[in-house]
């Protein structure tokens, strides 16, 4: 398979390159540094600073992994519009380019996120639920996945990839508790009871895969273990997977005050469940947090 990724040189979209390389597929890479995909994915894979790069070359499914970070930094206006910018109006650039095409991809995978929901509180979240709550995260998820669906118009099959806290050693929000943990300043966020739906990086891309190559499946995935974990959960398996004390709580009027609005990402929640990945068939490698730490703090 020819196939083509937008945020291939984030997290997720490296970790893809390699298994998909493993596999033998052709991979390209659609990067404003194109000159940097080859370093970063791998030789084998070519990079492109314009999908018009591709001319008619025939792809078979699209990766849509694209977006700036979304909790780098708090959202002001200016930091609002290149979330959105980098997300929805990327995605309008891919489609108008898919529809120029003589062949079209069968599928296509867009990113979203657990966001999507809001903050859940105590609701359990399938696929099948609405959003909950209504902040700037869920906003840009929502545009990001509508955008995204109106491939489905131009015939190609289209799945939505709700994504919770990625676990992994090579960066992600895990690298950024590393160093106040290691310090022994790591515990609870707020009042410690909010839900985070969390998945190991093998398993975010034995989904991608699974879905790619299970032509049954469509809209939108919750991808994450099926066991979410309180919060105060995480922060005291964290610290000791990590042989350290998890004690030290961020107390909610300092996040308030330090991020502003960013800080609903933190202290908001949602109890996700993976009910469609499930039905589907796929197996998750890790369901328990403290192997998936375990692995992960291996490694680190």
Avoid at 132 to 149: K, L, P
Avoid at 234 to 248: D, E, K, N, S
């Amino acid at each position: 398979m020819h196939i083509l990724l937008t945020g291939g040189t984030g997290l997720i979209g490296r970790q893809l390159c390699r298994h998909w390389l493993a596999q033998g597929h052709r991979l390209s890479v659609w990067s404003r540094r194109p000159e940097q995909v080859a370093k970063l994915c791998g030789a084998q894979v070519k990079g492109v600073a314009t999908l018009e790069e591709l001319g008619q070359e025939p792809v078979d499914a699209v990766i849509n992994l694209a977006g700036a970070p979304i909790a780098d930094r708090p959202w002001t206006r200016k930091r609002k519009a290149v979330l959105w910018s980098s997300r929805i109006s990327l995605t309008e650039t891919l489609l108008a380019w898919l529809e120029t095409r003589g062949q079209r991809p069968s599928v296509l995978v867009s990113g979203s996120a657990v966001g999507w929901y809001g903050d859940g509180g105590e609701r359990e979240l399938t696929e099948e639920s609405p959003p909950v709550s209504e902040d700037f995260a869920s906003h840009v998820c929502i545009a990001w996945e509508e955008t995204a669906q109106r491939a489905q118009a131009l015939g190609i099959r289209v799945v939505l990839v709700r994504t919770g806290l990625v676990l992994a050693a090579e960066g992600g929000f895990l690298s950024r508790l590393l160093l106040p943990f290691k310090l022994a300043l790591g515990g609870p966020i707020g009042n410690g009871r909010q839900w985070m739906p969390w998945i190991h990086i093998n398993d975010q891309i034995a989904l991608i895969d699974f879905l790619v190559h299970e032509n049954g499946a469509s809209g939108p995935y919750n991808a994450c273990a099926p066991h979410p974990v309180r919060n105060a959960e995480f922060a005291q398996t964290l610290g000791r997977v990590l042989h350290r004390p998890a004690f030290m709580p961020m107390p909610t009027f300092v996040l308030r005050v330090l991020l502003g609005e960013m800080s609903g990402l933190l202290l908001g929640g949602q109890r996700a469940m993976p009910e469609k990945l499930l039905a589907a068939g796929f197996t998750f490698q890790f369901t328990d947090l403290r192997a998936a730490l375990d692995d992960v703090a291996a490694r680190l």
